[in-house]
Nanobody, 128 residues
Framework: QVQLVESGGGLVQPGGSLRLSCAASGRTLGTYTMGWFRQAPGKEREFVAAITWSGASIYYTDSVKGRFTISRDNAKNTVYLQMNSLKPEDTAIYYC?????????????????????WGQGTQVTVSS
């Protein structure tokens, strides 16, 4: 079993930045593909970003490219999502997820059903 705990959410003005963290316990994340998803009120959960175990392959949904950066520190068993130039439409609950296998297929790892473990989520609100 893997437990994932997100942190770093909060209220930020448009154009601001936040850094989300996802700390894992129970098992090393070293070989897992890690993803970030988000869910806005009244909307379905959507893919944001994913990173393979070595960091060699990274994927983003189009709406966050150039603004968000996913990274991981396997020694700390932690995954990060640096979010810059935030917009009101980025407001959502952000979830960290772990897929217990290697995959570098975007169509596959951008699907929420692929992921085996999920965190409880952290709220990000972008508003003036």
């Amino acid at each position: 079993q893997v437990q994932l705990v997100e942190s770093g959410g909060g209220l930020v003005q448009p154009g601001g930045s936040l850094r989300l963290s996802c700390a894992a316990s129970g098992r090393t994340l070293g070989t897992y593909t890690m993803g970030w998803f988000r869910q806005a009120p009244g909307k379905e959960r959507e893919f944001v970003a994913a990173i393979t175990w070595s960091g060699a392959s990274i994927y983003y949904t189009d709406s966050v490219k150039g603004r968000f950066t996913i990274s991981r520190d396997n020694a700390k068993n932690t995954v990060y999502l640096q979010m810059n130039s935030l917009k009101p439409e980025d407001t959502a609950i952000y979830y960290c997820a772990a897929h217990t296998a290697y995959s570098d297929n975007y169509a596959y790892i951008s699907e929420s059903w692929v992921y085996d473990y999920w965190g409880q989520g952290t709220q990000v609100t972008v508003s003036s």
